[in-house]
Every structure is written in C-alpha cells, then in structure tokens.
C-alpha cells in the first residue's frame, strides 16, 4: 500500500516550467481575466469544477496555476470530486489573507498548496472502508490503466473453461458407451478407459473452479453495505475532522460567517484590469443635452434594471448611423463604469455543491436548498455536503438525511416552497453522487439579467473526449454505457451549446490512463494528475500567446516530470 509521503512541494516542483513559461508570456503585460478586485489588487472569477473521482488533484493542479497567475475565486461550484476542491478551496486561506483576516495556523502562497497538503497527507485507500475482501478487490480492480482488461480477461476464461467443459461432457459421455460396447481385452479399451477418467477428472475440475467463483460471488453479497459497498464514513470523518475542524469550520454556521469576514476584510470591488486614456465626447454633436443627462442619470442608477437601461441606451443612439461613431458613446461607457462602481457591494461569495436526491428525484443544491433537510438547525458540519455529493452508486453507500421531528415543519415548509405542492415528505431522503444528474454545474451561476458579466466564469472537465471522433458502440456494454453516459452529461452539454460564451472559458483536463476509482494511486500517479492539471490551465491561460509548436514543446514537458530529486515520464 503507497504511504502518504509526499508534501506541496513535490507537487509544485514539477509544474514549475508550466510557471516559468506563463510568467515570461505576461511579463510585459499582466495577465487580465476580471473586473472584480480585492484590496490587494487580486482578481476574481466564478468556477466550476466537473467531477470524476480520484482525478479531482488534476483539480488542484489547474486552480494552482490559476492562483499562481493571481486569480481568486470568487463564488464556486462542484460535483463529487469538484465539490470536495469547491469546498476545501474555501474553507483555507493564503498566507496573506490569514494575515488579513488574523487566522491562526500554517498557510501557503495559494489556497491550492493547503488543499495539497491534506491531500498528500491522507491515504486514499483508507476512503475504500467496506468490507476487506471488498476492499481488496476493489483497490486491485481499478489500478492501473483505464479500461475493461480486467473483466475482459475474466469473461474470456469463463467462456474457455466452459468450451473445454463441453468438449470434456461430450467425450466422457462416448468414452463411456464405448466402454459399455467394447471388450474388455480390446486395444483400444484401455485407451477409451484413460480418455474418460482424464474427461471426469476435467469436469471435476472445471466444476470446483465455478463452485469457487459462485461462493466467492455469494460471499461478496453478504458483506455488502446496504445499498452500497463502502459506508464512506472515513472520507466524512477525513473531511470533517482533518481539513474542516483544523480551519475552524465546526458548522455551516461557521462556514458561512468565514466567507463573510473575507468579503469584509478583503474589499471585493470593481477595478478594470485594462485602464482606457480618457476619451474626450464632442459635446458639440450633442443636440439634446437634457435628454442626454437624463439618460446618463438612469444609467447610473442602480435602482433602474440593467434591462430598462439597455433599451434606452438602444432607443437613445442613432438608428441610421453606426453607435460606435455616436458622440454620446464614450459618456454613456463612463457612466456605465460608475453603475458598476457603485454595485461593489453585490459581489458576494458563495458556494454550490451538487447532489442528487432519488428518494424525491431531484437535484440538490447545497447549501442553498440547506433548510429542506435540516430546517433551520445550521449546527452540522459542511462535510454532509460533500459526502452526499461524492456517494458514487453502488461504490459508496447512499448518504441517508433523517429528518428531525422538530424540524418537520420548517422542513414541510421549505419543500411546499420549492415543489409548490403539498407534498407528504418520507421520513428520510437518500442522495448520492450529483454527477447522476449534473456532473458539471455550469449553469448554476447564470443570471439573464447580467449580459455582460463583471467577472467570467470558468470551468474546469474531466471529462476529457475528442469531440470530432465520436466512439462507435459495437457491444451491448458499449450501448448501455453510452445511454448512460448521454442522460448524465446531456443536461450540462446542453446548457453550454445554448450558451456558447461558457467554451472560451471552459477547458477539458486530459486526465490520462488513471482510472477514476483507483484509489490505489503510486505517487508518481498522484504528481501526474496534478501536472495534467496545471498543464491545461497552462495552455488555457496563455491560448492567445502560444504557438502551436509552443504548445506541443509543453505537452512535452510529461516526458521529465521532477520527482524525488529525478524524473519520470507520464
């Protein structure tokens, strides 16, 4: 079993040529994502991040080069693996900002760096908790390389010992009329004699291998979880205790009173990253300077909807000529900056984690739709979240919300609010792996009424596929993997095909041959799906200003990944 030996360090010595390079490309001038800035002149973005087991350091990997480039998070959501980053991310500090904010304890450069530190600490074979004859079988199955090798080189025995079962029957059944018919003092008696016991002893043999294999399988059954292998609590207690307590975050409570210091500490504000000389209007051209102070009047007040702005800023400019040419355009950009200015108390953060509730059948958003399972009682812990979020099916147990009795009518109440029906609740709701129905949140972010949002948002897959060659079904596995496959990730697709601003900040971590379940994982594999990761933030940050033989020669840099004084390659 691989110990827990590596520190951030380890992590971040191998992605330091991906730094080099993004820090040579902006030398010049800084890298410019957002609008939104803290005190400190940091800027911000929403994420998202996909989820997919064990690939989530690939996560870290990316949200590191971000953080390195001096881009905060600002409101953040998850599913599974993206929602265990989404809420380390922000239950830990920077150095700096624990400073700010006079935290206690040990902190880094980068958030990300904290988040490593768990992760390098902790095991992950101790998170496959079920059975040992579960767990060993688990931990064997998915090392190694992405793939159905395994099964395949199982199914392909079964069929060949039941070939040779067959053939082994028919002969024993005609040696042994052969015997009946022959005479004993026959030649060929002893030769049919010797081709039936070799026959019997065949079966006998191929028969105690299926007796083996059945009692094996029953044995399985019983040590089954209900409704799942793993009960998952040791991922819980890791999260709850380990990362969360360490941090000071008992609660949700605590959760949420952690986001608002940093809100009020940090002064999140608009600030254009790019400062424009001032454009000098040609009062002159203006005809109707009362007209005109009343537009720009409505246009700076923020108590007039931005889309009533809009359609008289449309009304106002000239019909026939081009607005771009209109006098009145550079006031009017001025007066749309000082709205934006005054607006700064909005930007506020948040988080979304994701899961999927089939008792009820719906998708749940935490802790947003917190009071529909606990009501008002914020005492326990963020990890709940998570661990509903991660419950993979059939990997890991449902996780199982009992609802309080003297919480039932703040519960009753919370759930007639959102279905607006009456509705007769069960006394427990099951919720497992958000990926079931929104594997990527892209969307939970968007507002129409914001067309031109003050800071983007990006997102980060794992999903890693080539879209122009699509996967050609030839088995009935392949046809029921891909109907599933198609209702888990249609929603999301959907969603960014409808909206396609989201594909120039969206980028897709090749995650490699690493199953997305083998929480076996060498060290060598932990590094490697941290610098696929920051590879991809790599080449998403620094896309406009690297050639494609640039590009290739980074690509490259996964030949000789620093490790332990050496190298190796992916």
Known sequence: MPEASLDPKAFTDAVQPFLNVLQQKFADEPLCVSDIRDAKGKQYVDLVQEGGGVHGIALAGYTYMLEKMNIGFMKMAGTSAGSINTLLLNAVYTKAEAEAVGAMGSYYETRSEKVLEYLANKPLTDMVDGDPMWRKLLLKMFSGAVGMAGLVKTVKAVKQRAIIAAIALVILILSSLGLALLNTESSLYDVVRWLTVAAALTLVVILGFLIARVSFVRALYHRLERLGINPGNNFEQWIQKETLETNGIYSVTHLKEKLLREEGVLNYHYETCKKAAPLEPEQSKITNIAAFQNLLQKVQDIQVKIDDVFEEV?????????????????????????????????????????????????????????????????????????????????????????????????????????????KKLEPCALLVDGGMLSNFPINVFYNSAIPVPRKPTFGIRLEYEDDSAPAVVKSWAGFGGKLISTMRFFYDRDFILKHDMYQKTVRSIDTGKIHWLNFNLTDEEKIELFFRGALAATIFLAKHKLTAAEVEALKKQGETVAFNKSTFSI
């Open 314 to 422: 449309e009304n106002y400019l000239p019909e026939n000529d081009n607005p771009a040419n209109a006098a009145e355009l550079p006031w009017i950009i001025q007066a749309f900056e000082q709205r934006l200015k005054k607006e700064h108390n909005t930007v506020t953060k948040e988080i979304v984690i994701v899961s999927s509730d089939i008792t009820h059948e719906i998708k749940v958003e935490f802790p947003g739709m917190h009071a529909m399972y606990w009501g008002n009682d914020y005492s326990i812990s963020p990890a709940k979240y998570v661990r509903a979020s991660m419950s993979v099916p059939f990997f890991f147990k449902p996780f199982q919300i009992d609802f309080a009795s003297e919480q039932k009518a703040n519960i009753e109440k919370e759930w007639f609010q959102f279905m607006k029906v009456q």
